[in-house]
């Protein structure tokens, strides 16, 4: 359910260019990214993301001089539209969204869930994949680990001549990269030992299909088909070139908005009434 959520948001946001459709996507997943990260982890990935997207925003104005609005004329003499600084705008928001919804999905969809999914199908790609998700965020740790440790015993990178910082970072690679070639080895014996390979070998795992993932999965199945149907009809449809224009606003492309939305909120909404379940259990016992 997971994964299939996560596909479902990812490919709306970077073929949507709506400027409704952008907003809600935005939103959604800066406070889906608040749900798993708190705040701090927003925060940090905004002191990237921001100076990224304001780029993006004024870039495209500069290179791009389509558009009928002229606002003024740039020192080389290309003429400043309204319509090249609104699309990067748009192109900006998305790509804001784009970068928080993976952020999530690192954080939910974990390598034994990746693995779960797609072990039997592409046993080989999927085990490649898991471990270069969990390669960065687990290489992090560690730096993390080894740098408090050489600062324990005066080693801080931080503090001393230009060269002896130097002489500190190359002890801590040499560290990581023996630490990095020492678990691989462990990895490759670990997998021997459990019959990676082998024909006819079986594989553990903690999830079942029950009830209420059923539900989910027709729930995000109606919403992701009624969304396509609004695409393929033209509700989803903003120009920003030559003018900016996009579908008529009514009954059905409201409908598709509000399809959107809750499509966005459905992780949001099912914690939040399993915390109400929660509370009303605490509180009846």
Known sequence: MNFLYFALVLVFSMF???????????????????????????????????????????????????????LA??????????????????????????IIW??????????????????????????????TFRLVPRFKARFREVNDAQRCIGRDVSEGSIAERLK????????????????????????KSRGYGLSGRTAFSIYRLDGRDKCALVWLLLCGFYIVCGWAVGGMEFHYYP????????????SFMLAYLLLCLTPLILDATEDEKWKHLRSAA
């Open 73 to 98: 004329y740039l020192p080389s003499g290309n003429p400043l539209t309204l319509e090249s600084i609104v699309y990067g705008v748009a192109a900006a928001a998305m790509l804001a969204a784009v």
């Open 168 to 191: 500190k970072a190359a002890s801590i690679v040499s560290i990581m990269i023996t630490w990095s070639l020492e678990s691989s080895v462990e990895t490759a014996d670990s997998m």
């Open 16 to 70: 949507f260019m709506h400027p409704v459709y952008l907003a809600i996507s935005l939103l959604c997943s800066a406070v889906y990214s608040v749900k798993l990260c708190g705040g701090e982890g927003l925060r940090a990935q905004m002191k990237f993301i921001l100076p990224m997207t304001l780029f993006i925003a004024l870039i495209n104005p500069a290179f791009s001089h389509a558009g009928v609005t002229i």
């Open 102 to 131: 993976f952020s999530c999905f690192n954080a939910v969809m974990t390598t034994d869930k990746f693995v779960y999914l797609f072990g039997r199908v592409i046993p080989a790609m999927s085990l490649v994949l898991s471990m």
């Open 243 to 254: 003018t900016i224009f996009g579908a008529q606003s009514g009954a059905f492309q409201i």
